[in-house]
């Protein structure tokens, strides 16, 4: 974090104010209905927030449904969310420049623009 996110996102890395159990990759494809998370072999230790921010970074082509998702994890808002929000968005401009993700990478700049004004 201390290396990516100033690297990647152009701010200092946010202190983590507290790290929970995540599942890590969080995303549409690993969400059911009724409610179920699957996929949980990159499960780990991670900022408050870094789920949230993770499916919320998969919802970045979808503006409606990007605010429909931080109204409904408001952790987003807080102090730990800009934590988990830099790292999440600094992993995956990170991705961009190994050459993965490239059809995210314009929205990844925007939300990198985004949390350097918060």
Do not use: K
């Amino acid at each position: 974090m201390d290396w990516a996110i100033p690297q990647f996102v152009g701010i200092p890395a946010p202190a983590v104010i507290c790290w929970t159990t995540a599942h890590s990759d969080v995303h549409w494809a690993n969400l059911t209905e009724p409610l179920r998370l699957l996929d949980w072999e990159g499960w780990g230790r991670a900022p408050e927030g870094f789920d949230a921010a993770t499916l919320y970074a998969y919802t970045l082509f979808q503006p409606d449904t990007a605010t429909c998702v931080r109204d409904a994890l408001p952790v987003l808002d807080t102090p730990a969310g800009l934590a988990a929000e830099a790292t999440v968005c600094a992993q995956l401009l990170q991705t961009v420049a190994r050459g993965d993700n490239r059809a995210l990478e314009a929205q990844l700049r925007t939300w990198a623009e985004e949390l350097r004004r918060r």
